[in-house]
């Protein structure tokens, strides 16, 4: 599998949100998205980095962005989450991890000295015409949303 790069065409991908509805690449064409992948709804990091989103939602919505949320957890889990910590963006269900393979979001990982294959923590800022703008490998989970307005 060759390395997802800045300027490449991001890869498509389609799902379902916490609603049931369908969602895939297309549907932000002409938008630009922030495509967040993260392990698991209601976590510490995860809630920490959801919540820099939401502290910071209307800034990236002035400036033309749309925020999806992707993890392996199911669309009820995702509804939950969102209710709990009032997030006004979509989360994405990919149970069957396709979207997260796509986007080179699953991997080995290391806890405590286990090797486990999981969620690697990324984002991808991809612009207008579907191509990849920016890519984050080392997400601050608190400070999220400061490290992509400032990218």
Known sequence: ????????????FQGTIQTGETRSLSDYK???LVLYFYPKDDTPGCTKE???????YATFQSQGYEILGVSPDPEAKHQKFIDKYDLPFDLLADTDRKTL?????WGPKKFMGREYEGVLRRTFVIDEAGKIEQIIDKVKTAKHAEQLLEG
């Open 30 to 32: 002409g938008k630009k």
């Open 50 to 56: 959801a919540c820099s989103l939401r502290d910071h």
């Open 101 to 105: 393979e796509a986007y080179e979001s």
């Open 1 to 12: 599998m060759s390395k997802l790069q800045v300027g490449d065409k991001a890869p498509d």
